[in-house]
């Protein structure tokens, strides 16, 4: 399959019902709230605990949110990282890129792709330094 997706609470369940668990792939929630049920995902209390659960695997991707970005980085070795050009609201930030990260591709490489709709957006992945 796949490789294994680690997601918080908030973002399984911002994923839309059909779409839970994403299909082909481990799904890892987690949750500080004791016999929460994710069905089809497994549940963890903790980002180490998590990372426990992949460690035969040869990669595992954060899904977010915020929190668990902030949880992770310590131990990635990769970013991969969707900038859009847009002014949103919301409380949810994903953490700073400090200097111990190294922009290693963006795409396109100058300015951004725009969709169908409209968004401006653009790849971008960094590697540490």
């Known amino acids: ?15 839309p ?16 709230q004791p016999g929460y049920v994710a069905a089809g995902a497994e549940t963890v209390a ?9 460690s035969d695997e040869p990669e595992a991707w954060i899904m977010g949110g915020g929190e668990i970005y902030r949880q992770a980085m310590q131990y990635a070795n990769l970013l991969a990282v969707t900038d859009i050009d847009a002014d949103v609201t919301g409380g949810v930030t994903a953490p700073a890129i400090d200097n111990s990260w190294e ?4 795409d396109p490489s100058d300015g951004f792709h725009v ?13 540490r330094t």
């Open 46 to 54: 903790d980002i180490r605990a998590a990372l426990a659960l992949v």
């Open 115 to 127: 969709a169908k709709n409209g968004l401006r957006y653009r790849f971008s992945s960094f590697i």
């Open 17 to 32: 019902e059909r779409f839970r668990p994403l299909p082909g792939r481990r799904n890892i929630v987690l949750t500080r």
């Open 103 to 106: 922009r290693a591709r963006i």
């Open 1 to 15: 399959g796949e490789h294994p997706v680690i997601m918080g609470r908030a973002t399984w369940e911002s994923l």
